[in-house]
């Protein structure tokens, strides 16, 4: 199930208007998160001093559990099966930011599609601490590239795929103990600004990816976005017709009040979690986008893992209406 957060801008989203038929084809498009995907066993103790050591004891006490590799081969027979066009991972694929652990989540991405096709940002965990570009997220080079610029260049990246302009924002940083806060920064935030612009006057459905919950209150104050009040200012400038989310662990529908502007906002859950929480159930979500006159029509799938079934399935659909980039 959706948690959502009521809010009077979302009114409009429950209204039952209906779009005018119109042509194209639709665009599907694969949001997963948090999928923490790694082993850490067999992790030498010289790896743990500093912030990690608290983060390897949180793992032997309980992640080990819930965050299991068999959802994931589920995840994927299941995207085998939906078939989206594009797929968006919006960060945290390591517990610990360890070599080893990209090396691992490199694998599973290689299972996952091709990198023309799949998207990846990164979260806090694959920042856990400051690390060896080399040995970290050089790993998932051509996942993290933007379409005209290497993955060495400064966030934000632009991936164009049909009518849609993905826009990853890098909110990854290493934090304090017991912290688990992002950070976007005065210079990506400028460059953001420009790539929305650009991307709105080509009349591109601007769909924005960063891992850290935008909307302020969507979560606790140690994980916060610490310069939300910057994006929502810069947004409110340019526009932007939806933003993806991870970090928080449960499926979320809010809304981004960016000044005069109303921007939909969505949090996917842990794509692995296997523990008791319904509420944190390992699900995906489709978003299948067809332009109508006057906007874009949305329709969004959550797919939930079923332990009986040891599959996913449909768990809830929606339809919500996107008004035209740049309106």
Not at 61 to 71: F, T
Not at 91 to 112: N, S, V
Request: with cysteine.
């Amino acid at each position: 199930m959706l948690h959502v957060k009521p809010n009077p801008a979302d009114e409009r989203w429950n209204s039952g208007t209906q779009p005018e038929s119109g042509s194209g084809s639709p665009f599907v498009l694969a949001q997963l998160s948090d999928p923490h995907l790694s082993s850490l066993s067999g992790v030498r103790p010289g790896n743990l001093f500093s912030k990690r050591l608290l983060g390897y004891l949180s793992w032997l006490r309980n992640r080990r559990r819930l965050h299991c590799p068999h959802i994931l081969d589920a995840l994927l027979s299941d995207l085998a099966q939906t078939a989206p066009d594009h797929v968006a991972v919006t960060g945290d694929l390591t517990h610990l930011g360890l070599p080893d652990e990209f090396r691992q989540a490199a694998r599973w991405l290689k299972q996952l599609g091709p990198p023309e096709r799949v998207t990846v940002i990164p979260g806090n965990h694959d920042a856990y601490v400051s690390g060896n570009w080399l040995e970290t997220f050089s790993e998932w080079a051509p996942y993290l590239a933007g379409d005209e610029s290497s993955v060495v260049d400064p966030y934000p990246i632009l991936r164009v795929r049909g009518p849609v302009a993905l826009i990853g924002l890098s909110s990854a940083r290493p934090s304090a103990p017991f912290l688990a806060v992002g950070s976007l920064g005065s210079a990506q935030l400028a460059r953001f600004e420009n790539v929305l612009e650009q991307a709105g006057r080509r009349g591109l459905l601007r769909i924005v990816l960063l891992h850290h919950p935008p909307v302020p209150g969507s979560i606790a104050w140690r994980k916060r976005l610490t310069d939300a009040r910057l994006l929502s200012e810069t947004l409110s400038r340019q526009g932007a017709e939806l933003i993806l989310h991870g970090h928080a662990h449960v499926s979320m529908a809010r809304t981004l009040v960016a000044g005069m502007r109303n921007i939909p906002v969505f949090g996917a859950p842990s794509a692995s979690y296997a523990g008791s929480n319904p509420q944190k159930a390992a699900r995906y979500h489709l978003f299948r986008f067809e332009r109508r006159a006057g906007g874009w029509q949305l329709l969004l799938t959550v797919r939930a893992y079923s332990p009986v079934a040891r599959r996913f399935a449909i768990a809830q659909e929606k339809e919500f209406l996107l008004t035209e980039p740049g309106l």
